[in-house]
């Protein structure tokens, strides 16, 4: 019984530590705002930028699929 309670008390704790600072679904899958990069140079940035912006939906997606 209290490894149960110790479960959900780690559960809890990783929900409101971790999870609560994730966007929202809407927000990660906004195709209407999806377009092709110029260049190079912008498709790298936006690839940098994304990775640090979604780094926690993306390996919550990775973890859980």
Request: proline share 5%.
């Amino acid at each position: 019984m209290e490894a149960v309670l110790r479960v959900t008390d780690a559960l809890k704790s990783f929900r409101e530590a971790r999870l609560s600072g994730l966007r929202p679904p809407q927000e990660f899958f906004d195709v209407s705002r999806i377009s092709r990069p110029a260049d190079m140079n912008q498709a790298t940035s936006r690839i940098s930028y994304n990775t640090r912006y979604f780094s926690g939906k993306s390996l919550t997606l990775a973890v859980f699929k």
